[in-house]
């Protein structure tokens, strides 16, 4: 019977252990490393609340959801991988390691429809 006590009373010192972990130091904008994150709207950009992330680098660009098209801004988390974002007009525009973008509201604006994560720590 105190076997079983001292197991139990360690099983749930792990498990409230475990919850308490602070989160990865990569983590910025509510962006969890190592992904591209889209904020549908600024009111997610300002809460910290990405609508969407993509982590898989690719050799083509993947087509994005509902929740990231036309994103308001997207963030970066990663440390040594470039982000490439297509653009509605099929520009292009890169995001280095931990850069972000916003969308621009000028008389053209272009939406981002697209997303390419690459091994590549800087945007040729």
């Not at 993509?54 to 440390?79: H, P």
Request: with cysteine; aromatic share 12%; hydrophobic share 35%.
């Amino acid at each position: 019977m105190r076997k079983n006590t001292i197991v139990i009373a360690v099983t749930a010192f792990l498990a409230v252990g475990a919850g308490a972990v602070p989160a990865h130091a990569g983590s910025r904008f509510g962006c969890v490393y190592p992904r591209v994150c889209f904020y549908q709207t600024s009111t997610d950009w300002l809460a910290r609340k990405p609508t969407a992330s993509y982590r898989d680098m690719t050799s083509e660009f993947q087509k994005l959801g509902s929740r990231a098209e036309g994103s308001y801004a997207v963030y970066n988390s990663r440390i040594d991988d470039s982000a490439w974002l297509k653009m509605s007009d099929d520009s292009r525009s890169c995001l280095g390691p931990n850069d972000n973008w916003f969308y621009d509201q000028g008389d053209t604006p272009e939406r981002v429809m697209g997303v390419q994560i690459v091994d590549e720590d800087e945007c040729y």
